[in-house]
C-alpha cells in the first residue's frame, strides 16, 4: 500500500510558472525524497531532504519538510516543457526500504 | 556506468506460461529492488535484498512470485504460472546505502499477460 499521498494529482500549467507539489506520509521517516518519472521511463532521484532539514535547494528546485504535519512540498521555479514528468515522493524509514506517494502528473504548457 | 540493466524490456505472453524477468545493478550497489507500477495501484513495492539476501518480501503478491539473487551482480523475478492481473511495468532498482539511501532505477519490462 501506498504510505504517502500526493496533492494535487494532476496539475497544468504554463511555462515559466511555478509548480508546487505536495507530498503527505504516515509514518516516521529518516529522510524523504522525490522522484521525476518521464512516460515509458524509469525513476529518477532529483532531491533528498533528511528529518532534520527544513528546506533544501538544487538549481529551480526546492524542497520543503515538516515532520510535525509529516508533509513535504516540492517547488519547481520557471517551469519548462521538458519538466512535464510524473513526479513521487518516496519516505526513507528504516533500512534501505523508500514507501513512494501516487505521485503527480505535471504538465508543462507552451 | 550503464545503469540499472533489465531485461526483456519488453514481454508479451500467454496466460499460464512462466515469465523471468533480469537485473543487474550498479556495480558496487548492495541493495537491489523490485517494483511494480499499474496505472491502479501506483508503483508498489514486491522484495528487496540487501547483500543479496531477500529482507522485505511482504509485498510479493502470491506464491506466483518468486525473486532470486544469486549473487551482485544479477536477480531475476520469475511468475510462474502468469495471469493478466499481472500485466504491469516491472522496475528494479539498485542503491549503495547507507545515509543517502537514493535508489538508481532500471528502463523497466513491461509485462502484458494475454
Known amino acids: 500500500s501506498q504510505q504517502g499521498e500526493e496533492d494535487p494529482q494532476a496539475l497544468s500549467i504554463q511555462e515559466g510558472e511555478n509548480a508546487t507539489m505536495n507530498c503527505s506520509y504516515k509514518t516516521s521517516i529518516n529522510n524523504l525524497q522525490w522522484y521525476r518519472q518521464n512516460s515509458g521511463r524509469g525513476l529518477v532521484h532529483l532531491i533528498l531532504?533528511?528529518?532534520?532539514?527544513r528546506e533544501k535547494h538544487s538549481g529551480r528546485l526546492r524542497v520543503t519538510l515538516d515532520t510535525s504535519k509529516k508533509s513535504s512540498s516540492l517547488l519547481i521555479t520557471a517551469s519548462r516543457a521538458a519538466d512535464t514528468a510524473s513526479y513521487f515522493c518516496a519516505g526513507a524509514g528504516g533500512g534501505n526500504k523508500l514507501t513512494f506517494g501516487t505521485g503527480t502528473q505535471l504538465k508543462v504548457e507552451l | 556506468d550503464a545503469g540499472v540493466i533489465q531485461s526483456p524490456r519488453h514481454e508479451v505472453t500467454e496466460m499460464g506460461q512462466e515469465v523471468t524477468l533480469r537485473c543487474k545493478p550498479i556495480s558496487g550497489h548492495n541493495s537491489l529492488f523490485w517494483y511494480r507500477q499499474t496505472m491502479m495501484r501506483g508503483l508498489e513495492l514486491l522484495i528487496y535484498f540487501n547483500n543479496n539476501v531477500p529482507i522485505d518480501d511482504s509485498g510479493m503478491p502470491e506464491d506466483r512470485f518468486s525473486a532470486k539473487m544469486p549473487n551482485a551482480s544479477f536477480s531475476t523475478l520469475k511468475i510462474q504460472p502468469s495471469e493478466p492481473r499481472d500485466s504491469a511495468v516491472y522496475f528494479c532498482?539498485?542503491?549503495?546505502?547507507?545515509?543517502?539511501?537514493?535508489?538508481?532505477f532500471g528502463p523497466g519490462t513491461r509485462l502484458t499477460v494475454l
Open positions: 532498482a539498485s542503491s549503495s546505502g547507507g545515509s543517502n539511501n537514493e535508489q538508481f
Open positions: 531532504i533528511r528529518s532534520n532539514e
